[in-house]
């Protein structure tokens, strides 16, 4: 293959980490945990985590799948894999404002979000997971199952975005109706957001 068309490939390749990553050495990479918390000087498969370039993928054993944003070592979840976050995607965000618990929100921009709401703020991205203050980060689900013991919706019905970004399984009459999922019984919901209809 000529070099310039090898080049091509170098650079539009995924590079994806993991604790099985063999290393120049041929011992493995070794490291399982969140990458933002590697530290180049315990070994070198931190080391590697810490110093790849801005676009690397690093997937922990339980599922969990990140991508690095920044350097030196800012990475960012894309998708959780555990057990209670199974079948759903998600992304990290800042909040533009306090927002309570199990709240739909709405992207303000491509980093931040604030509570959507039917009448003044219909478009939803996803639900918040956590509770957080204005400029912390926080998880939002954009798709898939919740599961929160304060759940107690009837299975298949679907739920809507209520006021302040609350949910609610009662059609709208006013505002605007957007449809974000369904209900699964007492504990979870499914999360499948849909486009906003003006009542």
């Given at each position: 293959?000529?070099?310039?068309?090898?080049q091509?490939?170098?650079?539009?390749?995924v590079?994806?980490?993991?604790?099985?990553?063999?290393?120049?050495?041929l011992?493995l990479l070794g490291?399982?945990?969140n990458?933002n918390n590697?530290?180049p000087?315990n070994?070198?498969?931190?080391f590697l985590?810490?110093?790849c370039?801005?676009?690397?993928?690093f997937?922990q054993?339980?599922?969990?799948?990140?991508?690095k944003?920044q350097?030196?070592?800012?990475?960012?979840i894309?998708?959780?894999g555990?057990?209670d976050n199974?079948?759903?995607?998600?992304?990290?965000?800042?909040?533009?404002?306090?927002?309570e618990?199990?709240?739909?929100?709405?992207l303000t921009?491509?980093?931040?979000v604030v509570k959507?709401?039917?009448?003044?703020l219909p478009e939803?991205?996803?639900?918040?997971?956590?509770?957080?203050?204005?400029?912390e980060e926080?998880?939002?689900?954009?798709y898939?199952?919740?599961?929160n013991?304060g759940?107690?919706y009837?299975v298949?019905k679907?739920l809507?975005l209520?006021?302040?970004?609350?949910?609610?399984?009662?059609?709208p009459?006013?505002?605007?109706?957007?449809?974000?999922g369904r209900?699964?019984g007492?504990g979870?919901?499914f999360?499948d957001?849909?486009?906003t209809?003006?009542?």
């Amino acid at each position: 293959m000529p070099a310039a068309n090898l080049q091509f490939e170098m650079e539009r390749r995924v590079i994806l980490f993991s604790k099985n990553t063999t290393l120049p050495d041929l011992n493995l990479l070794g490291y399982d945990g969140n990458p933002n918390n590697a530290d180049p000087d315990n070994s070198d498969g931190e080391f590697l985590i810490f110093n790849c370039p801005m676009g690397t993928w690093f997937q922990q054993s339980n599922g969990d799948l990140w991508y690095k944003q920044q350097s030196p070592n800012q990475w960012t979840i894309t998708a959780s894999g555990t057990v209670d976050n199974a079948a759903r995607l998600s992304l990290t965000k800042e909040l533009a404002e306090d927002i309570e618990q199990y709240r739909m929100v709405s992207l303000t921009d491509a980093n931040s979000v604030v509570k959507a709401d039917k009448d003044t703020l219909p478009e939803v991205d996803g639900i918040l997971i956590e509770a957080g203050l204005t400029g912390e980060e926080r998880l939002l689900i954009t798709y898939g199952i919740v599961f929160n013991g304060g759940f107690d919706y009837p299975v298949r019905k679907k739920l809507y975005l209520g006021n302040d970004g609350t949910i609610t399984d009662d059609f709208p009459t006013s505002g605007n109706l957007t449809v974000i999922g369904r209900g699964l019984g007492l504990g979870a919901i499914f999360v499948d957001i849909q486009p906003t209809e003006e009542l």
